[in-house]
């Protein structure tokens, strides 16, 4: 059984930190991209974060470079994003995601954690 579970959102004051862990169970993780997406109300789910199956060259959205870092453990079967100088905007449910490409595309997706950025 395929599972992704999200943790470590929370309530948190603008410019502070938070470090969002997924752990992945049921499937070979190694071999798959993983990514972390946001949604935020009335907003289309949007990719915030992305690193390949082998963690070389990580990928942000422009809106989150520079604050935030992604890495994953490939030994430990976990991806982590790690968001500092939150702001407000931040406001978020955040999904974690495993994506591979080979003949079909494969999305697997957590069921989310709320990240809150207010004062």
């Known amino acids: 059984q395929v599972q992704l579970v999200e943790s470590g959102g929370g309530l948190v004051q603008p410019g502070g930190s938070l470090r969002l862990s997924c752990a992945a169970s049921?499937?070979?993780?190694?071999?798959?991209?993983m990514r972390w997406y946001r949604q935020a109300p009335g907003r289309e789910r949007e990719l915030v974060a992305a690193?390949?199956?082998?963690?070389?060259?990580?990928n942000y959205a422009d809106s989150i470079k520079g604050r935030f870092t992604i890495s994953r453990d490939n030994a430990k079967k976990a991806v982590y994003l790690q968001m500092n100088s939150l702001k407000p905007e931040d406001t978020a449910v955040y999904y974690c995601n495993a994506h591979r490409v080979t003949i079909s595309q494969v999305d697997y997706w957590g069921q989310g954690t709320q990240v809150t950025v207010s004062s």
């Open positions: 690193i390949p199956s082998t963690g070389g060259s990580t």
């Open positions: 049921g499937f070979a993780f190694s071999i798959y991209a």
